[in-house]
């Protein structure tokens, strides 16, 4: 079992920036495949990026590709999304999201990640 939580969502200006944070309690976050998705008001849940527990591979979606990336540090126990240039459709609640069961491929599919964060809220200005 894990426990995650998020924090650094706030509100921001479009064209600024903000680095949300995502803790990992309970067993080795080493462990873990981790990922951060989004829900927007009256929108399904998607996927934003993916980081692999050994490599250090990463996968992000094409909408936030060149400006959001998607950081882990295994000695803190954390897992980071910083996001830069944001725009007005960033708006979303942001969810840190984990499994660990063996995979050859990183997951965009929600339904393949175990464990959730309680979410972070940032919203952007226009």
């Known amino acids: 079992q894990v426990q995650l939580v998020e924090s650094g969502g706030g509100l921001v200006q479009a064209g600024g920036s903000l680095r949300l944070s995502c803790v990992s309690f309970?067993?080795?976050?080493?462990?873990?495949?981790m990922a951060w998705f989004r829900q927007a008001p009256g929108k399904e849940r998607e996927f934003v990026a993916a980081l692999d527990r050994n490599s250090g591979t990463t996968v992000a979606a094409e909408i936030v590709k060149g400006r959001f990336t998607i950081e882990r540090d295994n000695a803190k126990n954390t897992l980071y999304l910083q996001m830069n240039m944001l725009k007005p459709e960033d708006t979303a609640v942001y969810y840190c999201?984990?499994?660990?069961?063996?995979?050859?491929?990183?997951?965009?599919?929600?339904?393949?990640?175990?464990?959730w964060g309680q979410g972070t809220q940032v919203t952007v200005a226009s």
């Open positions: 309970g067993r080795t976050f080493s462990s873990y495949d």
């Open positions: 999201a984990a499994h660990s069961r063996s995979s050859w491929y990183l997951s965009r599919s929600s339904a393949e990640y175990d464990y």
